[in-house]
């Protein structure tokens, strides 16, 4: 079977030249207070100038989906300011964003109040809060624009009346989506890109607003449309590609369609990308998708877990996390197969008591995941448990990280058992010895690394080594400088030389290689740097009453990186 080749980028053209006037558009996506996904305190210790993790994938997007008549402009915060004399420029400013983004969005509108241009918003938070912007823009977009966004553009080139809110009838056809305009990035201060694969879930979680927005049956692309989005991310330089569908494997046979292609592709054009993604708990159970992940060069996967509490589970609609055997066991078939598992948990049900910050700690520490982000429950707008909280009168907005009212503690013990069970969790000795059991169980994992590392010829040879180790000293003093601005350059910096030397002595000649070891590191004191801050929401929770960082996915904790509406 041949690879599939990418598809012809072709832009969409206006009905007639002659009645629509060139609209110049600028996109905006506001700025990220620092948080957990942000990896901010790790970016100044990596080489190059990197300013943000991983793309916004709604800017490229909507991009894409603009006529031909529009001249757009992309500007995203986190890697850029924004001079706002240059935007009296524009015909139409778009801002989008997340619950998360949301205070840096009400500054933005704010500042765009007197402005000539025509100011539209939308994004994941107008889709779940529309009203709240009525008086702050002049058009919004709610939920999936694929239509409405384009259908804007048009009508307001050729001079015809807009609404003041647009929201589809229909959902979008994944098919029919044109390729991201990557090449309105500047890709080189990013570490990941994102792309989308699928919308939907067929999952019913209580707390999670994909199933009130996409719906509760997968739709995706093609392979020959993810080969084309593929070739983008590749000709923009980048090497990661994150795929921020709310569940991957939503749809199995369309998933194992997907990867059988871009193992072909990857082999074609010798492993141009690494890939990380999203899934729930039941890719344990399918060995031929857990091996296609794999051969396709998926490093790792993001799986909601929520909490060891099958009552919570069984409370949350999360009854997939319950079926056959135990999380822990599933847990580790994965890694087995060679991916490294990160995941999400949540605090705050019904079922949760006082116990339950040490039943998570215990939980978490023998699960060898050592990038486990929790947060308190969040009550997202739109949502089943939303809804039930509002009937019991338990929604109550007057506490700025726990807009509700717990069963069996008080808000305040629930913010306090959480702020300390993040500090446990990332202590570096916690950390890394979730890393490091993880790592030494699993020698299926090692195994199955190094015979993709060959498969692909990235055995390191001496030169190769060496660099490797020139690169790891260059970002361990990086991180020396960081730690010792800190003062903790005894504690934590002592930590990391200690667990190194655990590591060598574990694991002999399959040890984590040094540069890697200092990557995790970098990373380490990020998580824990966030985990020690006075605003600890700002690890993972989404407040609907306040303003944490992050960007909201299919879990109340994991930021969706992508959403195309305006």
Request: proline share 5%; net charge neutral; glycine share 6%.
């Amino acid at each position: 079977m041949s690879v599939v080749q990418p598809q012809e980028i072709q832009r969409s053209e206006p009905e007639s030249s002659l009645s629509t006037r060139r609209l110049s558009v600028c996109l905006i996506n506001p700025k990220f207070t620092p948080s957990y996904w942000g990896m901010d305190h790790a970016l100044p210790n990596i080489p190059g100038d990197k300013r943000n993790w991983t793309v916004t994938g709604a800017l490229p997007t909507l991009a894409a989906l603009a006529p031909a008549h529009c001249d757009i402009t992309l500007i995203d915060e986190n890697v850029e300011e924004i001079d706002f004399d240059a935007l009296e420029s524009f015909d139409v400013i778009g801002v989008t964003g997340m619950i998360v983004q949301r205070q840096r969005m009400h500054e933005i509108l704010n500042r765009l109040r007197k402005s000539s241009a025509t100011v539209v918003v939308g994004g994941p938070y107008c889709s779940v809060s529309d009203a709240e912007f009525a008086d702050l823009c002049d058009t919004r977009f709610v939920g999936e624009a694929e239509e409405t966004w384009p259908e804007f553009l048009t009508a307001y080139a050729k001079g015809d009346l807009v609404a003041r809110r647009y929201e589809q009838s229909a959902k979008s056809d994944m098919e029919k989506m044109p390729p991201p305009r990557y090449d309105l990035l500047k890709t080189d201060r990013y570490m990941v890109a994102s792309l989308q694969f699928s919308r939907g879930c067929p999952f019913l979680c209580e707390f999670c607003d994909i199933i009130t927005i996409f719906g509760r049956r997968p739709r995706v692309k093609t392979p020959q449309q993810m080969i084309t989005e593929f070739e983008v991310i590749r000709a923009a330089g980048m090497r990661h590609c994150f795929l921020v569908d709310d569940n991957f494997i939503g749809n199995k046979q369309k998933a194992k369609e997907l990867l059988r292609v871009v193992v072909e592709w990857q082999e074609q054009y010798e492993y141009p990308l690494i890939f990380s993604t999203e899934a729930s708990i039941n890719l344990a159970d399918d060995a031929e998708l857990l091996e296609l992940m794999v051969k396709a060069n998926f490093r790792s996967v993001f799986i909601g877990i929520e909490t060891p509490r099958a009552s919570s589970l069984q409370e949350t609609r999360k009854v997939q996390n319950l079926r056959g055997d135990s999380m822990l066991d599933k847990l580790q078939r994965i890694r087995d197969a060679g991916l490294v598992i990160k995941a999400g948990f949540i605090v705050g049900f019904d079922g949760d008591d006082e116990g339950i910050f040490e039943e998570q700690f215990n939980f978490i520490q023998s699960s060898g995941i050592a990038q486990a982000i929790v947060a308190i429950l969040s009550p997202i707008p739109t949502t089943p448990l939303y809804d039930r909280l509002k009937a019991e009168g338990r929604l109550d907005p007057s506490h700025p990280d726990v807009a509700f009212h717990p069963k069996q503690m008080t808000r305040e013990t629930l913010k306090a058992g959480y702020d300390v069970l993040l500090r446990r969790l990332y202590e570096p000795d916690a950390y890394f010895s979730r890393l490091l059991d993880g790592y030494s169980r699993s020698p299926a994992f090692r195994a199955a690394r190094k015979a993709l590392d060959e498969h692909i010829g990235r055995k390191p040879n001496l030169a190769a080594r060496l660099a490797g180790i020139a690169g790891g000293a260059v970002m361990a003093l990086k991180l020396m400088r960081s730690l010792v601005g800190s003062n903790v350059l005894r504690s934590v910096g002592g930590a990391y030389l200690r667990l190194w030397r655990r590591n060598c002595r574990d694991n002999g000649a399959e040890a984590i290689p040094f540069s890697t070891f200092v990557v995790l590191c970098c990373e380490h004191w990020h998580f824990m740097t966030i985990s020690r801050s006075e605003r600890k929401a700002d690890f993972g929770v989404l407040s609907t009453t306040s303003s944490p960082p992050g960007e909201t996915r299919n879990e109340s904790y994991l930021p969706r990186q992508t959403r195309s509406a305006a």
